[in-house]
């Protein structure tokens, strides 16, 4: 996570120290009174908010305990074509899924949630994640984080425990089909990548404009794949490698989608350019791996991992390069695009 700013103890709003004492309590299974405290900010959005809580609580007989808790707020917005999101990961936390998960891949632990009255404001405490995240990952943890994920996705798929059927605040299995229309039906993009002036070079807007006219046909390989509960932001971002382990945040685009979906986010979303390659041919096999150990997956002879990525980040990239104003910012596009097309071959 990256952090930005300090902010003063007092930044707490009274429901705010409420829900922190509750947080407390169960974090050390004993009545708790926080005696200081100071808050930072995380990253966060528009809509949302995530800070650091640090301090120190009179708990367990009176002992002075240091404490570290990320608290996020999040208030009500509507995603186009999923608007429950803005909840999701509070229902999920009441859902009890954490009991599906093992040492291998996990959340952080949720200490306290709670939605306002007005239902437009959930607040969750949770286990502030220490470990190696973002471009600090090396290929060796992103291919752990790649088999642990398979393990989870093939042991839920074949075990098809009931509180899976009790989920119902999740993301629909055509929600990356949508986002990637929303994109692809734009017709300033359409128009930009079959111009002369288009900044592309042609051989990438050729791959783009193949994908396009055979998009249907790429969307029915895909639909005959296995229906596996994804995270759906599953990139370097949200991946925390601590003590071995593979620790998630940001649940909040959790749902059903179609087998290799997560890994295609993780080698193609804002990726480490120099190390897409390695990552595809690492991360890949590693999944199917660990999916496979629960789960058969020897008919899948057409997994679309790179279709997933040329659909849901490729259009993606070229409407960027479009509207992009640094030449920088249009370099990094085309890099990525070009390993995009590189991976194809």
Known sequence: MTQHSNAPADG???DDLRGLKAALCAMYDAEATVTSCQTQSLKGGTVGEVRLITGLADAAAGRKMPFSLVQKTQQKWERPGDPGSWRREYDLYRSGLDALFDDTLRWPKCLYAEMNDGQDQTRIWMEYTVGDTGYALT???????????GQFQGRLYAG???????LTNLSSTTFMKNSCLQIRSWQALRDYLRSESCGLPKHLCGMLIEADANAEVIWQ????????LCHRDFWVANIFSTG?????????????????????SLIADEPDISRMAENYRRCVPAYYRGFSEYADVSNITDPCIREM???N???RLAAWHMTSETPEQKALQVDTLQKMYEIHQ
């Open 12 to 14: 707490l709003s009274a």
């Open 313 to 315: 980040y490729g259009f």
């Open 139 to 149: 290929p060796d943890m992103l291919e752990r984080a790649a088999h642990a994920l």
């Open 244 to 264: 071995g382990s593979t620790v998630l945040i940001d649940w909040d685009t959790a749902g059903w989608g179609h087998l290799g979906e997560d890994i295609a």
């Open 160 to 166: 098809q425990p009931d509180l899976i059927g009790r």
């Open 309 to 311: 990525m040329l659909m």
């Open 221 to 228: 390989r895909i639909k005959q794949l296995p229906v596996v």
